[in-house]
């Protein structure tokens, strides 16, 4: 099965989105890069507001998403609580 | 020619500060953490101080509440310094534009006599308890343990001085700048028996030297009976009576409160999961504090908004101790 991944800027703000994924979801590989944090998945990731937010300890909305993103792979689905990444094969 | 560009990847040598790390871990750090965790001194003091020659500076020993870790509290807010500055400019702007508009329109004007009479009355006096409050808190940031419960602290005691000098605008406000108002609302607080109760109970907690306690009387009880009945209930009364553009006024005091009460929430929660010993020396002073503060806000309350006032209030602080393990 491919992999679903996103690419975030190494930065505070993305540390904590960072810290999110990895605490929904088990199985996910982080990977340091210069300047660029990568996070990689069989199958579906999922990125929830609310466990944003909690690491933040402020409002956050997920289309602030990008203001951090690099790139990412996979098909979304976004809605007002989640964005999701997942391959369909 | 043929140009090869390659990356070299250098592993830092240290992801934070040592002590930053000793309590997370070897990984990147957020700033919250390097800015609030084990930061003041605890030992290998030169002197004791003169005003008080029986502790030393940052002694644990000034509260009867006793923490294993006195760093085990957590703000949910994350404030330092950079992110509490942001999230207060970001308040202070909306409000601002706030008064601008009241001000702009004139709907000082619209209010009527009555409604001005009670806003006089019953709101304005307030910032006299705000700046025993300020007093309050910032005697806990002196004289607490750790930095992460003291900045707070601070904090608070800085907003409780900008909430009094909002109230004052507010008073400003409905009198066209001739400062009548406060000079009224003083008088309120002064000798008016519905007010004796409210500073007699700021009176008394500006003596009391244990600091724990001290943010219990002030931000856990007072605070909780006070803004739920002016901010909430007050408000609905002044609205049905005809003043909804005051809503205007005191939305600042209204959304602080909710943001407050999120870390005073997790403070209190987290001491109250410590020990036994925490858990019953606090139940007693909420007890006492409660039972104090009720009485001294019936008068007021029921001038403000009605007989059933403090009933309501009381409810609302009980449900926030219930949350907390008390």
């Given at each position: 099965m491919s992999k679903v991944y996103i690419a975030l800027q190494d930065n505070e703000e993305s540390h904590y989105i960072v810290e999110a994924i990895e605490e929904d979801n088990a199985d996910v590989t982080v990977i340091y890069q210069p300047a660029m944090i990568r996070i990689e998945c069989e199958g579906h990731m999922v990125i929830k507001r609310e466990t944003v937010e909690e690491k933040m300890g402020r409002d956050w909305e997920i289309p602030a998403l990008h203001v951090n993103l690099i790139t990412l792979g996979g098909n979304v689905d976004e809605d007002d609580d989640q964005l999701s990444l997942t391959w369909n094969n | 020619m043929t140009i090869e560009i390659k990356t070299a990847t250098l592993e830092p040598i240290r992801n934070t500060f040592e002590h930053t790390r000793r309590r997370f871990g070897d990984k990147p750090a957020s700033r919250y953490q390097e800015a609030s965790y084990d930061i003041a001194p605890e030992n290998n003091f030169h002197y004791r101080p003169m005003w008080q020659p029986d502790k030393l500076l940052n002694d644990p020993s000034r509260t009867a509440v006793v923490m294993e870790?006195?760093?085990?509290?957590?703000?949910p807010r994350q404030y330092y310094y950079g992110t509490y500055v942001q999230a207060r400019a970001k308040l202070q702007e909306v409000t601002e534009n706030n008064y601008a508009f009241f001000d702009k329109r004139g709907l000082a004007e619209r209010l009527s006599e009555e409604v001005k009479e009670k806003v006089v009355r019953c709101l304005i006096p307030l910032r006299h308890m705000e700046l025993g409050a300020n007093m309050n808190n910032v005697l806990c940031s002196a004289y607490g343990t750790s930095t992460v419960l003291t900045q707070a602290f601070l904090y608070n005691g800085m907003d409780r001085l900008g909430i009094a000098q909002y109230l004052s605008r507010i008073g400003l406000l409905l009198d066209g700048n001739s400062a009548e108002t406060l000079t009224k609302a003083k008088e309120h607080w002064m000798t008016d028996p519905a007010w004796q109760g409210l500073r007699r109970y700021t009176e008394n907690t500006l003596v009391v030297e244990d600091w724990y306690e001290v943010f219990i009387a002030q931000d856990v009880v007072l605070d909780t009976l006070v803004y739920d009945l002016m901010y909430r209930q007050f408000d609905e009364v002044i609205t049905e009576e005809g003043g909804s553009d005051l809503a205007m006024l005191i939305e600042f005091m209204q959304e602080w409160h909710k943001d407050t009460s999120r870390w005073v929430d997790a403070t209190l929660k987290s001491t109250v999961a410590e020990s036994d010993h925490n858990k019953e020396l606090i139940g007693r002073w909420v007890a006492e504090w409660q039972e104090k503060a009720v009485a001294d806000l019936a008068p007021l309350a029921e001038i403000a908004v009605g007989d059933d006032a403090v009933n309501a209030c009381t409810e609302a602080l009980n449900q926030r101790l219930a949350k907390a393990g008390l």
């Open positions: - | 870790d006195w760093y085990a509290f957590r703000d």
